[in-house]
């Protein structure tokens, strides 16, 4: 099983930045993919930006040019850079990890805790 720990969440003016950290613990055999969702309000948990082992990325059309997601495979760990925020990128946002505990094993998620970003107008 994997563990997801995320820091860098905070309170932020709009225009401002933040970045988002997540390290991955535990037992597995890789990870092939890690990203980044956020939950706003009443609203259902969407997809931010995500990272394959390979280095391949995606993003939502509404943090393209903003966010930048990348990955550190030497200590497990993803980052989201957050530039130009805006008061609707307020949300809990939280980490997920697609990983195998053995090389012919089904693939899982796991998710952390999530980590409050706040953007004020």
């Known amino acids: 099983q994997v563990q997801l720990v995320e820091s860098g969440g905070g309170l932020v003016q709009a225009g401002g930045s933040l970045r988002l950290s997540c390290a991955a613990s535990?037992?597995?055999?890789?990870?092939?993919?890690m990203g980044w969702y956020r939950q706003a309000p009443g609203k259902q948990r969407e997809l931010v930006a995500g990272?394959?082992?390979?280095?391949?990325?995606t993003y939502a059309d509404s943090v393209k040019g903003r966010f930048t997601i990348s990955r550190d495979n030497a200590k497990n760990t993803v980052y989201l850079q957050m530039n130009s925020l805006k008061p609707e990128d307020t949300a809990v946002y939280f980490c997920n990890a697609e990983h195998q505990v053995c090389s012919w094993c089904v693939p899982r998620n796991s998710w952390g805790q999530g980590t409050q970003v706040t953007v004020s107008s």
């Open positions: 535990g037992s597995f055999f890789s990870i092939n993919a």
């Open positions: 990272i394959r082992s390979g280095g391949s990325t």
